[in-house]
């Protein structure tokens, strides 16, 4: 709480409103915070290691045990819709910087590309490996 969260707050709060985003960061009341350390661990753990234990239990006659009991999701980039369409590809991929590696097959390139495009195989993550990877030799 003294160094993680304040340096993850002051970056999630100049970063939001640098690029007008709508963020939230929720139970951040001094008072609350104040409350919460001060309860003890057993009420912020279950036997498993989870967190929220008592949050929880205090909505579990209002939330439906699909939101209580699933797993923690972050914020991932969306990449396979950012990542679909030929135009985009084309803008993005350094194809004559990967061909003159020689380690590619610009063939079964294109047909990864058109798999991910066409929705049959989400392939966003390997090709935007690959765009990061010519950004880099790049320089940019």
């Known amino acids: 709480m003294e160094n993680f969260l304040v340096k993850n707050l002051h970056y999630l709060d100049g970063s939001s409103m640098a690029y007008g985003l709508e963020s939230r960061v929720p139970y951040l009341d001094h008072e609350f915070v104040a409350f919460a350390a001060g309860l003890p661990e057993d009420f912020k753990l279950d036997n498993q290691l989870r967190s929220k234990k008592i949050l929880k239990a205090a909505y579990a006659d209002v939330l439906p045990p699909d939101i209580t009991k699933r797993r923690k999701a972050g ?5 396979r819709s ?15 910087m990967l061909e003159s590696t020689g380690q590619i097959d610009m063939d079964r390139l294109k047909k990864l590309e058109e798999a991910h495009i066409g929705g049959r195989e989400d392939q966003s993550s390997l090709i935007y490996a690959l765009v ?8 940019d």
Not at 75 to 79: A, S, T, Y
Not at 86 to 92: A, F, G, S, V
Not at 132 to 139: D, S
């Open 82 to 96: 950012l990542l679909s369409s030929r135009k985009t590809l084309n803008e993005l991929m350094p194809y004559d």
């Open 132 to 139: 990061v990877f010519g950004v880099m030799m790049r320089g």
């Open 75 to 79: 914020f991932g980039m969306p990449l």
